[in-house]
Every structure is written in C-alpha cells, then in structure tokens.
C-alpha cells in the first residue's frame, strides 16, 4: 500500500504541501449520467421544463462549482481555475455530463472536474424533479487526466 499523502507521521490530517512541485499543463475530464422518464426527457430536450433552461443552469452551476472544489473537500488545494467546460449528450433514457478543468499549476484538477459533473448532474435533477422525482444519478467517475508527476491517465472503456 502506498503511503497516504493527507496523513502527516502521526495519522493526522493534513494538507498536502505543493510548494515545491513544478507548475505543469494539468487537465482533467469526468463523466456522470442522469437516467429519467421520457416526458422529462423530452422536456428538458425542447427546453420547456418548469423552472426553465435546464442545461443552461447545470452549465453554469458545474463551472461555479469547479471553482469552489477548494471549499467542498477539505484536503483540495484552492486552485485557479484556467477553464472550465460543461458538455451534455442525449442518451436513449438520460442525459450524460461531461466536464472538463485545467490549469498550469502545481496540483491536478481531477476533483474540480468531478464535482462540476456533479453538481451539474444535480442541478438537472432540481430543475426537473417537477417532472421526474425518480431521476437516478450515477458513473460519476473520472474519464482521464494529464499532466503532473503521475503523467497521463485514462480509464478503460
């Protein structure tokens, strides 16, 4: 098992000093899925849910979240986000959230670009539980990464 970077010698929480790393070219992409009913599906597609632009909101509200990740999770590192973007798809019974964070920095993005997908996933789910209270959120998970010590990862189809 590999020694846990957020726990000093004494098995204390701790934040992870970053100080002396290179800033490099960090990205990372994360995916979430919202399944619900086809009228709220069709709903949200042709943009009439009752508390209006679905998508529009979960745009804006997974960015605004990437940029407070830093206040969400103790041990993440307040990060100056250089971009952020929040991508949807259509599926057959859901609608898919893609998002995406970088930054030149000296820690990764991975959580920024989970919680965007998250929040994005939720805020779907506020706007349209009028419609569907059953909407089931999941594969919230980490598509791929680069940059950093670890360099690139991605995960298997």
């Known amino acids: 098992m590999s020694k846990l970077t957020h726990l000093d010698e004494t ?6 000093d970053v100080g002396g790393k290179p800033a490099t070219a960090r990205r990372a992409v994360a995916s979430g899925r919202i399944a619900m009913s086809e009228e709220c599906l069709a709903a949200i597609r042709a943009g009439n849910a009752p508390k209006g632009d679905v ?4 745009r804006i509200a997974g960015i605004m ?3 407070r990740t830093g206040d969400l999770i103790p041990m993440c590192h ?3 986000l250089e971009a952020v973007s929040i991508e949807f798809a ?3 019974t859901a609608i898919r959230v893609t998002a995406t964070a970088s930054l030149t920095g000296k820690t990764g993005v991975e959580m920024e670009a989970m919680t965007a997908a998250s929040i994005a ?7 349209a539980k009028a ?3 059953g909407m089931v959120i999941s594969e919230v998970r980490l598509i791929a990464k680069s940059g950093g010590k670890s360099g690139d990862w991605k995960a298997a189809e």
């Not at 998508?55 to 979960?58: I, S």
């Open 11 to 16: 098995g204390a929480a701790r934040m992870v």
């Open 55 to 58: 998508l529009g909101t979960a």
């Open 65 to 67: 979240a990437a940029k």
């Open 78 to 80: 307040p990060l100056g």
């Open 90 to 92: 259509f599926e057959e």
């Open 121 to 127: 996933l939720l805020t779907i789910y506020d706007m």
């Open 131 to 133: 419609i569907d209270k």
